[in-house]
DNA sequence: CACATTGTATGAAACTCTTCATACAATGAA
DNA sequence: TTCATTGTATGAAGAGTTTCATACAATGTG
């Protein structure tokens, strides 16, 4: 997993890179439910960043329940929480894709494209 | 084309959202080469940002080629246009579909219905 | 119990980003 | 020639990012 990440030039936040690479991963599976993360220190040393810098972005992704850190045991994919009940699940999808429209649109991306493309990847699992 | 701007509160700097915006605006068609561009100060006022951010949007794209500006007169898309790069956009999609799957599924949200109600909030403007 | 491993935290320094206010310079129309 | 329009520039202030050095705290193995 090390292998596949990378920090780039381009004047987006190292940690954002960082955690937008880990959630690709997790939401590609390459990473599964459970499976463990690579040490921020490995991380650190692999990329030649400071260690905080790596630990904000495994922050972000635990604040977000992506991930679950245990110290002097490691950090790994959480598995998916219960689902929500369907009054609250309809009202946060809601908000999500409003988001996610946003999110699409400031990188120039066309929303409509990217759900297609979450259901094409989608669809093998059904 | 001042509609298809948008700022987003992602961590990304406001200069390369607004970059990568008109980059894939050119790249798609909407701006033709020799098209004008919004002003400056219309940017920065649409998006409610300040001037010189616009500005240092606007910059990297002159130093780049994909613009042409001239004080007084405007800004406007090269002649020839930049080169267009399709893989690389369906990449970033497919990209950004990956870390959408896993960020919902982390939220405890069933991604393929974020991506019906994407398309659905979408739909009116089609 | 000791220790290696892993995560967590602090303050400071330097750099980056954004805003603000302001003003200058080139273009082209009238 | 004048003037409106558009781009270019400056310094400062505040907030954000990254690094650095260092050290503490929880976990689990031996």
Redesign the interface.
């Known amino acids: 997993m090390l292998d596949r990440l990378h920090v780039a030039d381009?004047?987006?936040?190292i940690y954002?890179q960082l955690r937008?690479q880990l959630?690709?991963?997790?939401?590609?599976g390459v990473l599964a439910p459970g499976a463990q993360l690579p040490t921020m220190r490995q991380v650190a040393v692999a990329l030649k960043i400071d260690l905080n810098t790596v630990q904000r972005a495994y922050a972000e992704l635990e604040r977000?329940?992506?991930l679950v850190t245990t110290r002097g045991r490691g950090t790994f994919v959480?598995n998916?929480?219960?689902?929500?009940d369907p009054v609250r699940?309809d009202l946060?999808?809601?908000a999500?894709?409003?988001k996610?429209?946003?999110?699409?649109?400031?990188?120039?991306?066309?929303?409509?494209?990217?759900?297609?493309?979450?259901?094409?990847?989608?669809e093998p699992s059904?």
Chains 1, 2 share one sequence.
């Open positions: 381009t004047g987006i936040p954002i937008e959630l690709r991963a997790i939401g590609a977000d329940g992506v959480a998916p929480p219960p689902p929500l699940h946060e999808i809601d999500l894709a409003a996610t429209i946003a999110a699409a649109r400031a990188a120039g991306l066309d929303p409509a494209d990217l759900a297609r493309a979450m259901l094409t990847r989608l059904i």
